[in-house]
């Protein structure tokens, strides 16, 4: 069983940077796929940006040039780095660790962007 803590969410204003962590309790090293969702207020959760254990990364197009997603194994962290945010990037955020058959999700980091 592992834990993910997220944490770096935050309010902003447009323009501005966010750096979010996911802290996983035990060894991210085996998890072929880390990933960021979001959910904004009333619609439904969605795939913000993945990286695979190989270094793979892939972004949804409303964040690509924005956002990045890196993976330190050693610390057990996976981060989303966030920029030139936008009120449309409002959502609770999540992390999710995949290997197999095996599926966490963290608890959630509100990120506000402000006009």
């Known amino acids: 069983q592992v834990q993910l803590v997220e944490s770096g969410g935050g309010l902003v204003q447009a323009g501005g940077s966010l750096r979010l962590s996911c802290a996983a309790s035990?060894?991210?090293?085996?998890?072929?796929?880390m990933g960021w969702y979001r959910q904004p207020p009333g619609k439904e959760r969605e795939l913000v940006a993945v990286i695979l254990s190989g270094g793979y990364t892939s972004y949804v197009d409303s964040v690509k040039g924005r956002f990045s997603i890196s993976r330190d194994n050693a610390a057990n962290t996976v981060y989303l780095q966030m920029n030139s945010l936008k009120p449309e990037d409002t959502a609770v955020y999540y992390c999710k660790a995949k290997k197999l058959l095996e599926e966490y999700w963290g608890q959630g980091t509100q990120v506000t962007v402000s006009s």
């Open positions: 035990g060894s991210i090293s085996t998890f072929t796929v």
